[in-house]
Every structure is written in C-alpha cells, then in structure tokens.
C-alpha cells in the first residue's frame, strides 16, 4: 500500500485543525476531533497540539488502521493499492467498525466486482455527509486508479 498517498489524501480530506473541536457532523458536536480528525480518550475541548503532534497521531492512525485491516478483512492486501486505500480511508474516517457496516460493498469488493463495490458505496449516509470524498473514494474503488 502507498502509505505516503493515503496520507496525504488523509491530509486534504480530513483537514488540519490543531485547536480541538465539536464534530461538525454529529447532532451534539460529540466526538471532539483534533489534529487530522482525531478522536478519542484525553481529546477535549480547548485541547491544543502542535503541527508535530498532529503528523505523529496521523502516523500512529493509520498504521492501527492497517494493521485493523489486515486482521478484519484479510483479502483486503489482494486488491490493488487505490482500492486497498480507498478502504483504510474510509476506515479512517468512521471507524474499521464503521467500515464493516458496509457489507455489500465488501462483499462485491472481495469478489471483484468493483463497480457494485462502487454504487453500494454511494448507498450510504456516509455518501450523502460527505459527497464529495464518498464520490472521489467510489471512482478510486470502481476504476483502481488515483483520482
């Protein structure tokens, strides 16, 4: 996989904050997110981190997000590295969790059939709360190539 590309998409989609604040999605602004979308235990309100602590935490995610898939779904290293991207992003962002709610679209993923794995991406209410990755991510599914 192209760690240094997922990361980067990562960059852009997520955005840098380096101030904490309230989800922008969620109803209650639960879960606080900080840095390049992270979450989780002693990330509060009026946390502040530097550029530094942001890339390290982005490191640290992805590499348990790998290592999350590789144990969850172990036919995800037979696809190529944008299709193998396209779902460490999508975990990244809801969660490996969240991710294996969509289980059609891995089903046809594991099976090949990239397209479906493509529309039944863009079924979803992650497609409809963030369209325009959701649509960037389905292409990069449906096609293998890097948008």
């Known amino acids: 996989m192209n760690l240094l590309k997922l990361k980067a998409d990562l960059r852009v ?12 999605i969620s109803k209650d602004g639960n879960p606080i997110t900080i840095g390049y979308g992270q979450t989780g235990p002693g990330i509060v309100k009026g946390l502040v981190w ?9 490191t640290n995610k992805v590499a348990s997000i790998i290592l999350a898939l590789d144990r969850r779904i172990p036919w995800f290293r037979k696809m190529n ?3 193998q991207g396209v779902l460490a992003q999508m975990a990244y962002q809801m969660g490996i969790d969240g991710l294996l709610k969509f289980h059609m679209t891995l089903m046809y993923a594991r099976m090949g059939f990239y397209g479906l794995a493509a529309d039944q991406m863009m079924k979803s209410l992650w497609s ?20």
């Open 13 to 24: 989609d997520e955005g840098l904050r380096l101030k904490a604040y309230p989800d922008p």
């Open 50 to 58: 530097t550029k530094a602590q942001a890339e390290h935490a982005l």
């Open 128 to 147: 409809r709360q963030t369209p325009g990755r959701a649509k960037r991510l389905a292409e990069e599914m449906r096609t293998g190539v890097w948008k």
């Open 81 to 83: 590295d944008v299709r």
